[in-house]
């Protein structure tokens, strides 16, 4: 279950954001952007973010999870859609199999609340590595 991982690295994170910050007490709130095509189970992760919390600055804080659908598109005709899971990487447009995946890979953090009631602060967009 690596989604222990990536909330052990949501919690990494936004503590060194709060410590730069300063003056924070608490953190209400994370919220994620989560790709449908990133391997993460929503529920798993919920879980592994409350046990990940525990005895830090965020314990207590609600995550909230945005799904990212999975989108390509076709390098030859340029088609676009949603690739679904298991995702459909050939062409439905042309039958192609040059596909770029647009979207559905994200895992990032895209904002956090303080529990001092200061403004949302978004402490990194950079990608929470995948490492298993």
Same mark, same amino acid.
């Given at each position: 279950?690596?989604?222990?991982?990536?909330?052990?690295?949501?919690?990494?994170?936004?503590?060194?954001?709060?410590?730069?910050?300063?003056?924070?007490?608490?953190?209400?709130?994370?919220?994620?952007?989560?790709?449908?095509?990133?391997?993460?189970?929503?529920?798993?992760?919920?879980?592994?973010?409350?046990?990940?919390?525990? /005895?830090?600055?965020?314990?207590?804080? %609600?995550?909230? &999870? %945005?799904?990212? =659908?999975?989108?390509?598109?076709?390098? =030859?005709?340029?088609?676009? !859609?949603?690739?679904?899971?298991? =995702?459909?990487? &050939?062409?439905? /447009?042309?039958?192609?199999?040059?596909?770029?995946?647009?979207? /559905?890979?994200?895992?990032?953090?895209?904002?956090?609340? !303080?529990?001092? /009631?200061?403004?949302?602060?978004?402490?990194?967009r950079e990608p929470i590595s995948e490492?298993?």
């Amino acid at each position: 279950m690596h989604e222990m991982s990536v909330a052990l690295a949501v919690v990494d994170q936004v503590t060194e954001a709060a410590t730069r910050a300063g003056d924070v007490t608490a953190v209400r709130s994370v919220r994620l952007q989560v790709g449908e095509l990133a391997g993460v189970v929503p529920e798993a992760l919920a879980f592994s973010f409350e046990l990940a919390c525990a /005895g830090t600055l965020l314990e207590g804080a %609600e995550l909230v &999870t %945005e799904a990212v =659908p999975g989108r390509a598109r076709c390098t =030859p005709c340029a088609h676009e !859609w949603a690739v679904g899971m298991p =995702p459909r990487l &050939t062409c439905s /447009g042309c039958g192609g199999t040059h596909t770029e995946l647009l979207t /559905g890979r994200e895992l990032q953090i895209v904002d956090v609340h !303080w529990e001092d /009631g200061g403004p949302t602060h978004a402490p990194t967009r950079e990608p929470i590595s995948e490492e298993h």
